[in-house]
């Protein structure tokens, strides 16, 4: 499966942005996840979501801030940010993976397999 995101920008802390991510291939077929990596941080777990019962899960950094969502009829995941944080600046990434949804694994980088080329987000305060 090949993914492209899209959907950062700059932004003021407290605004919102959505990140789209597009997928071609059986994307029906794959768990899909969001990670970020802020500048001088290694890449981290922000969002996921089930391939078909919608089931997700979060960091504990973004809970209640961000949703993460999926239409398999637009081939596409979503992540809603609200209340940004200049702690959100990062380059985010959608990613899939078909690791078991309940294995303790299924939140590493390791096991995503195909990655979408990242979108930036800054955040300023």
């Known amino acids: 499966v090949q993914l492209q995101a899209s959907g950062g920008g700059l932004v003021q802390t407290g605004d919102s942005l959505r990140l789209s991510c597009t997928a071609s291939?059986?994307?029906?077929?794959?768990?899909m996840g969001w990670f970020r990596q802020a500048p001088g941080k290694e890449r981290e777990f922000v969002a996921r979501?089930?391939?078909?019962?919608?089931?997700?899960s979060y960091a504990d950094s973004v809970k209640g801030r961000f949703t993460i969502s999926r239409s398999n009829m637009k081939n596409t995941v979503y992540l809603q940010m609200n209340n940004l944080k200049p702690e959100d600046t990062a380059v985010y990434y959608c990613a899939a993976t078909t690791v078991v949804w309940s294995a303790a694994e299924s939140t590493a980088e390791a096991y995503y397999y195909y990655w979408g080329q990242g979108t930036l987000v800054t955040v300023s305060s």
């Open positions: 291939g059986r994307f029906s077929n794959y768990h």
């Open positions: 979501v089930h391939r078909s019962d919608g089931a997700t």
